[in-house]
């Protein structure tokens, strides 16, 4: 797909400097740009690529003026990386607007589905599915019985979403995700060895939500489990059976939370988090990276550690952890000199 400086102006309502013929085909980084793509300048470090980029077209601010001679076409707009972002979510959606059934899939009778669907080969959609309008499902997929997807929503390849799950509008799920399975639910018996639960329940999804590749969310052992719209969870992250997680709760990479636990609206949650079951997470939480959750937490608390403790105690605390051998050798003098 080929685009010129003018049509770009046109979507991001900019000022062009220069040739508004100018086409492109790609995007680049500004200190990688080639004849033929389209870049961006808006942090100041980067002020000195523009005068060698060989990028045919560059969103700029509008305060920018250039202080040497400049072979890009400039579009100047109030804010260049939201328009550059504007525009990869404008360039991702025509890449990704497929529509029709690819051969070979298997689809039941029952199957309904919108106007604009997209279904990649070798995917298997089973009984009584509802698929709404725009969706976008890639290849290698596997739909169970009963689940509902809302509209605009994309689906990427290798995804498996189990029976009775409910996955909200304008959502993305990404590459090798697992939704539905069954939660981690077994009784121990007086030998030792263990039944398992059966797990009834669902997982419900809401909208705008994204879900990052091989991600498992498990589906309730009774109930549902719940990811409130908004939420943004990254890649390898499991959530265990009837957990609940609040509107707009952003949650990093190899993460874990263990069953029912709930967790509050606006929170963030860094990478590799372990939370334990049963809790109570309130709002506006934020939990630094590697920390270890095990009571429940009060609205707008900062912790890091594990066990996690609050993130000024923490801190304060960490200048005397790696300091504690010269510690401890300073207080066996001390006990010498009192003896």
């Known amino acids: 797909m080929k685009f010129t400086a003018e049509q770009i102006a046109g979507i991001l309502e900019g000022e062009i400097v220069g040739n508004p013929n100018a086409e492109v085909s790609t995007l680049s980084k500004i200190e990688e740009g080639a004849h033929g793509s389209l870049t961006f300048l808006s942090n100041p470090k980067y002020n000195n690529f523009i005068y ?34 504007k525009i990869l979510e404008f360039y991702n959606q025509a890449k990704n607007n497929k529509v029709g059934i690819e051969i070979p899939c298997v689809i039941a009778e029952s199957v309904k589905y919108g106007e604009n669907f997209y279904l990649g080969s070798f995917s298997y959609i089973a009984e009584n599915v509802i ?29 498996k979403i189990h029976s ?11 590459a090798g995700t ?32 994204d879900i990052g590749a091989c991600t498992t969310i498990d589906r309730a052992t009774m109930g549902s489990t719940i990811i409130r719209k908004g939420v ?31 967790i509050g609206k606006n929170c963030m949650i860094g990478g590799q988090v372990g939370i334990a079951g049963h809790l109570t ?6 939990i630094q990276a590697q920390s270890g959750v095990g009571k429940n937490i ?16 923490y801190n304060k605390s960490y200048v005397h952890f790696k300091n504690l051998p010269k510690i401890v050798s300073e207080i066996q003098e001390l006990k010498k000199i009192i003896k």
Request: negative net charge; aromatic residues 8%; proline residues 3%.
């Open 131 to 159: 698929i709404g309008k725009n969706v976008k499902i890639h290849p290698n997929c596997f739909i169970d019985n009963n689940v509902i997807i809302g509209d605009d929503t994309t689906i990427y390849a290798g995804v």
């Open 178 to 209: 697992v939704i539905g399975a069954d939660g981690f639910g077994f009784a121990p018996n007086s030998d030792g060895t263990f039944s398992k639960i059966p797990q009834i329940g669902n997982v419900i999804i809401e909208d705008n939500v």
């Open 232 to 262: 943004k969870l990254d890649n390898q992250i499991q959530i265990a059976h009837n957990v609940e997680i609040g509107e707009n709760t952003v949650i990093a990479a190899q993460t874990g939370v263990a069953g029912t636990t709930k």
């Open 52 to 85: 060698t980029t060989e990028a045919s077209v560059t969103i700029v601010n509008k305060s920018f003026i250039p202080e040497g001679k400049i072979a890009t076409t400039l579009i100047k707009v109030d804010d260049a990386y939201g328009a550059f972002s």
């Open 298 to 313: 009060k609205d707008n608390e900062i912790l890091q550690g594990s066990p996690a403790f609050g993130y000024s105690d």
């Open 164 to 174: 009775e799950t409910q996955i909200g509008k304008y959502c993305n799920i990404y």
């Open 281 to 286: 997470i309130g709002n506006n939480v934020r």
